[in-house]
């Protein structure tokens, strides 16, 4: 991908949040469902608790709240918001639920979708509305990244359900003609590894009549080669990262905050050395609430927004990656 110039219009980050559900899941809990513990779910993914949606807090509940948060923080007149893109897995309803959260805000001169790219949905999600504001047709865009992956976990497979947690985040995010803090991407997709990590239709055949078969709708639980997503993570996120600081003619020293994927703890120290960015840069939450796949960008940047970690021009270099196989960044200037 060529290096994005500015020319005309750009995007501002003007606020965020968040939202998690209320009941929390600790670690010495599951270890009452499945042979575990405390010590190895800690040492091997650095998560001590996760939250669990409850029937009152599914992704469109999650994400309108979150939503309502970052517009909030963006002091914006509902009406003036033009595009709401949701990034999840797990809709209340898979027609889409962004719709449903453009109601719920009153928000009736926005289009609103839903975008499915996994844990990378955030920012696949960020970078296609930054787009649409880059070309002129939006001004100002809801970006909201909420699952409940919860619903699908094998609560009964040790290796993948003590990873996963509930929650949303979201950025709003505005076209502007003086600058532009959106300040390049990278993305990637390989379907070939896509077997590594998956949330499969059940596949059941029925008959509707005689001789007219129907595949019934449903899905299994998630299905994860732990070992290989993690390979493909130390190894892959590095390698995005260090090609958008070359198409950016920014360079690693520069960032002051390393944004990743809420995945595992080892990942994070793993990718922050191979890019030499010290630990204190790196934003972790991974130990209150796991892995909340589209959710965790948002969501651990709101939080640092709130404790005045980010700050007003700060550097934020940050990378999704998950199932699809998909993975991406993007260098942003916050505010
Ligand atoms: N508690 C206790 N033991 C467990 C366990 C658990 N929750 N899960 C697995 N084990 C056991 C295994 O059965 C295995 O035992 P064995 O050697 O007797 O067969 C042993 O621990 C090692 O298993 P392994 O799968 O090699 O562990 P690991 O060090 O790779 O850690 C993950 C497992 C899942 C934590 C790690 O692979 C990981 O984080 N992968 C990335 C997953 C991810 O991030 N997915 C989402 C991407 S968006």
């Given at each position: 991908m060529e290096e994005k110039k500015f020319n005309q219009i750009g995007v501002s980050f003007k606020g965020s949040g968040s939202y998690v559900p209320h009941q929390i899941l600790s670690n010495q809990k599951i270890s009452q469902k499945v042979d575990t513990s405390d010590e190895w779910i800690k040492s091997r993914t650095g998560i001590s608790e996760r939250r669990i949606s409850s029937s009152e807090d599914n992704v469109t509940d999650m994400g309108y709240k979150a939503a309502l948060n970052a517009i909030q923080k963006a002091n914006w007149d509902i009406k003036t918001i033009d595009l709401i893109v949701l990034a999840t897995?797990?809709?209340?309803d898979l027609f889409g639920s962004a719709p449903s959260i453009q109601a719920k805000l009153g928000a009736s001169n926005a289009v609103a979708f839903d975008l499915t790219a996994a844990c990378s949905g955030f920012l696949f999600a960020l970078i296609t509305a930054s787009q649409f504001l880059k070309g002129g047709n939006f001004k100002r865009a809801l970006v909201i990244g909420a699952d409940q992956l919860s619903s699908f976990?094998?609560?009964?497979?040790r290796r993948s359900c003590i990873l996963f947690g509930d929650g949303a985040g979201a950025l709003a995010i505005e076209a502007t003609?003086?600058?532009?803090?959106?300040?390049g991407f990278d993305m990637r997709t390989d379907g070939e590894r896509g077997c590594f990590l998956n949330l499969p239709s059940k596949n059941i055949k029925d008959s509707i009549i005689d001789n007219i078969d129907f595949v019934s709708g449903g899905f299994s639980p998630i299905q994860m080669n732990g070992q290989e997503v993690y390979k493909f993570a130390v190894r892959e996120v590095p390698i995005i990262l260090k090609k958008l600081f070359k198409i950016t003619n920014?360079?690693?020293?520069?960032?002051d905050w390393l944004v990743l994927h809420q995945a595992n703890q080892r990942i994070l120290d793993s990718v922050g050395e191979k890019l030499k960015?010290?630990?204190?840069k790196i934003l972790s939450n991974l130990e209150k609430y796991g892995n909340t796949s589209a959710a965790t960008i948002p969501l651990v940047m709101d939080e640092a927004i709130r404790k005045n970690r980010?700050?007003?021009?700060d550097i934020i270099a940050t990378s999704g990656f998950g199932a699809g196989l998909s993975w991406g960044s993007a260098l942003i200037k916050w505010g």
């Open positions: 897995s797990t809709p209340h976990v094998d609560w009964n497979d003609n003086k600058f532009d803090n959106f300040i920014y360079s690693s020293d520069q960032v960015i010290p630990k204190e980010i700050k007003q021009n």
